[in-house]
């Protein structure tokens, strides 16, 4: 499958708007058809998906580019949906970044406006060359970097690899584990692009966030893992006798989520 690189330009400027100084755009990750139909459905005009969240509802691993064909599957559910759509593509489920940069453009080319891709600390080069490979091959899609200097080191390093990044054609730029005010700030007085952040229930609220001059803020996996643990705790509810609390949706109203599956599409052949 190809895309055609003018095929939605207007879906991706309005993206690319929605990262503005002063009102990030605050990014929910859905996991499925039903979790993203309800995220717009509350208003939200993007929605993302949370790479453990499509890993675990399949029993895979997350980070492991183990999870193509499902997070091809799930973009092609999503991609005409009424909202617009990033996709976490892991490190682009490749080292190569011609095999990368061919994913992307088959997300591109069934509705996704974003993708965020990874460099779970590999080398910052290769990194690079994924990002302007996918650039080449889609232009208008979003590319959102992330580097995991916080999440799975020290932080050091996190500007260098910043500025390779956009040097090589991202439009954003991710740090997720950076929770710290002056770290942030420091990363947007520097940073061509937009800056986005991992909100963290311990680090700083969204206004906060907003006044330090992040423009995305990703909610990551946290939405699938509060959905578990509510489940659980509906369960240990019932167990013990009490009723359980908290917003239940009607089974009408997640039926109503449904669509039909794209006639013909095996994510198999679009390896």
Known sequence: MTADPQQTPSAGTAFAGLHRAGEPLLLPNAWDHASARALAGQGFPAVGTTSLGVAAAAGLPDGAAATREETLRLAVALGSG???????????????????AEFARELYAVGAVGINLEDGLGP???HAAKIAAVKRAAPAL???ARTDTHWLGDGDGTLARLDAYQQAGADGVFV???TDPRGIETLVRHLEVPLNVLYSPG????????????RRVSLGSLLYRRALGAALEAAAD???????TGATPSYDD???FAA??????DPVAHH
């Open 82 to 100: 009424p909202f617009l759509l990033s996709v976490d593509a892991e490190g682009g489920f490749s080292d190569d970044p011609d095999e990368v």
């Open 124 to 126: 910052a080069a290769r």
């Open 142 to 144: 979003f590319v959102n």
């Open 176 to 178: 997720p584990g950076l």
């Open 203 to 214: 680090g700083p609220p969204v206004a906060r966030l907003a006044g330090l001059g992040v």
């Open 238 to 244: 019932l167990r013990a006798g009490r009723t359980p």
């Open 254 to 256: 997640v039926a109503g």
């Open 260 to 265: 039909p599956a794209p006639a013909g599409f």
